[in-house]
């Protein structure tokens, strides 16, 4: 079972500044990579799959990079919007079996 | 314009069985495998089940192998999920999510529907 790590568990930035989330796998997931954004009371919104390629409908400022075992997240100016849960997911394809991190809390300062 | 609804939840006790349901529309339904993942009050994500477009190719996540079983119905544009033996563990929102064109990620997820097990 691949396990995936985030850090920070919560990190508080202000509006305009630059946030920068981690996600470590326990073993390679190549580029097999996705983020999702939690607001309070909604489902999770995909923003990032495959390490670096943006959903639909998401703004430039959210990026993503890294392969392997070490993925980051970054959103360069932070939106008062933007303040939410950030989860990472794998996929090992075979048997097809998915984990998530235990997510970054992303609070306004 | 995609759209997942869920349905079946609600409050149960332990050791007894419930049936999820997930109704599909906007897109074409028997082109994507589907899954189900659920969250805890106020914890994290945790994949449950996934299936392919075809039912050939099914996963569960160790912690509900061998009391749930996935399905679905191309015809009815439906996902399932039958949950049996359940636990006071298992009480959580259960979202349907649909896959992406990778297969990698979950594109779209409805809003859930609240499972509670309790005596």
């Known amino acids: 079972e691949i396990v995936l790590t985030q850090s920070p568990a919560t990190l508080s930035l202000s509006p305009g500044e630059r946030a920068t989330l981690s996600c470590r796998a326990s073993?390679?997931?190549?580029?097999?990579l996705a983020w999702y954004q939690q607001k309070p009371g909604q489902a999770p919104r995909l923003l990032i799959y495959?390490?670096?390629n943006r959903a639909t409908g998401i703004p430039a400022r959210f990026s993503g990079s890294g392969s392997g075992t070490d993925f980051t997240l970054t959103i360069s100016s932070l939106e008062p919007e933007d303040f939410a849960v950030y989860y990472c997911?794998?996929?090992?394809?075979?048997?097809?079996?998915?984990?998530f991190g235990q997510g970054t809390k992303l609070e306004i300062k | 314009e995609v759209q997942l609804v869920e349905s079946g939840g609600g409050l149960v006790q332990p050791g007894r069985s419930l049936r999820l349901s997930c109704e599909a529309s906007?897109?074409?339904?028997?082109?994507?495998?589907m899954h189900w993942v659920r969250q805890a009050p106020g914890k994290g994500l945790e994949w449950v089940s996934g299936?392919?477009?075809?039912?050939?190719?099914?996963g569960y996540a160790d912690s509900v192998k061998g009391r749930f079983t996935i399905s679905r119905d191309n015809a009815k544009n439906s996902l399932y999920l039958q949950m049996n033996s359940l636990r006071p563990e298992d009480m959580a929102l259960y979202y349907c999510?649909?896959?992406?064109?990778?297969?990698?990620?979950?594109?779209?997820w409805g809003q859930g529907t609240l499972v509670t097990v309790s005596s």
């Open positions: 906007g897109f074409s339904f028997d082109d994507y495998a």
């Open positions: 997911q794998q996929c090992s394809n075979w048997p097809p079996e998915y984990s």
């Open positions: 299936l392919t477009w075809n039912s050939v190719n099914m």
């Open positions: 073993q390679s997931v190549s580029s097999y």
């Open positions: 999510a649909k896959a992406g064109d990778g297969g990698n990620e979950f594109d779209y």
């Open positions: 495959d390490a670096s």
